[in-house]
């Protein structure tokens, strides 16, 4: 059996060392070919040394002289910059490419690894949110599969196996709620950058913990699942499900719902999307109904946490605006972990800018390029203006 070739972006990180891990459970079933990462030369050294990729690339220039060095006396290619990414995503060996860098940056490869006909194994949730409407274009022009990794779309698009002729009613991603659940505005104006990082069920990187804390990983996700599953905007729904045990449902236009269930833990997502459409036998903990008697539901508050407002408001307008709202969110976030601006302040500049930034619509890769830049300038402006 050929094994398949993996190209890993962001490979230090959660989803990439998980990732890595589900990789050497099968040895017979993967090769890394491509490992990526932003500055954490002493991991990228050890990765690179136990899984011998062609190629890796760095987008800090002294964590790639660090890496370049270390790795001198052996047969793998050392790169840096972005565009050595998109160079290495296109790779003819490499079949999958798994997108699992945070933010915007995941665009450009993603573009350049789909034209080149590689599968994707997307955890990149920015890059449908930034440009929906290009990728799942490209997708169906190339032929290439688009294969989730986040927990809810994987638990979708589970659901949907199977299901090709049955329309969808509307699908519904769960949400925990993060370590806000149930505050009031008032309190969220005092919560703290050491209180955001600490998400009740899942450990994630310090900008995807920040997004889940404001609601605003939701609603990137729903943003997602519209373009995933060709949905219009009625069809996305989200609840808040404190425990995560259901991953996501769907529903059908006879009334009936499916969900995806287990433990939260993204290494099953990752394996399914790396062994799509098979199953492979692992050792992971199992779930038991009995360790879990109360399973609940609520509301998610729309009106405390706006960033899931401002969410399901830009997916209505479509265009540019997701792209806005998404680089907004990058400069808010980074702000707020630099202590520059209060948990609340980030929705009030993502507001703005939203507005300031004129609607367009007929975009291609240059336009979200732009749009991108423009909106970053835009925030940081504001908070300039407004935090400083």
Known sequence: MKKKNIAILGSTGSIGTQALEVIESFPLHFEVSVLTAARNAALLIQQALKFQPQVVVLSDEMAYQQVKEALAGTNIRVYFGEDAIVDAVQLDEIDVVLTAVVGSVGLRPTVAAIKKGKDI???NKETLVVAGELITQLIAEHQVRLL???SEHSAIFQCLVGEADNPIEKVILTASGGPFRGKTKAELAHVTKAQA??????TMGAKITIDSASLMNKGLEVIEAKWLFDLQPHQVDVVVHPQSIIHSLVQFQDGSLKAQMGLPTMKLPIQYALTYPERYEN??????FIDYPNLSFERPDRETFKNLELAFQAMEEGGNKPCV???????VVASFLA???NFLAMSEIIEETMCQVEQQNQLA?????????ESRRVARSLIERKYK
């Open 325 to 331: 709202m998404n680089a907004a969110n990058e400069v």
């Open 121 to 123: 194994a997307l955890a």
């Open 148 to 150: 989730p990794v986040d």
């Open 283 to 288: 050792g992971s903990e199992r779930f038991n």
């Open 339 to 341: 202590d520059e601006i």
């Open 197 to 202: 990082l600490k998400h009740p069920n899942w």
């Open 365 to 373: 890769l240059a336009d979200y390029l732009y749009f991108d830049a």
